[in-house]
């Protein structure tokens, strides 16, 4: 588990992302996968899918 001077940081920065997807994006789904895969290698990804 991180410690919240750590995870914080991570936790607005994934709001920000997610927020601008929604907010920018052609009305259809928007998609976010966050990726941990150990030894501190993490990839966030959001992606508009219009209909």
Known sequence: ???ETEST???L????LLTNA???SP???VVCQVD???HG????????RAE
């Open 41 to 48: 290698d993490t990839d966030a990804d959001a992606d508009t």
């Open 13 to 16: 920065t994934l709001n920000e």
């Open 27 to 29: 009305q259809g789904e």
């Open 1 to 3: 588990m991180l410690p």
């Open 22 to 24: 929604i907010k920018h």
């Open 36 to 38: 941990i895969a150990g």
């Open 9 to 11: 940081p991570i936790a």
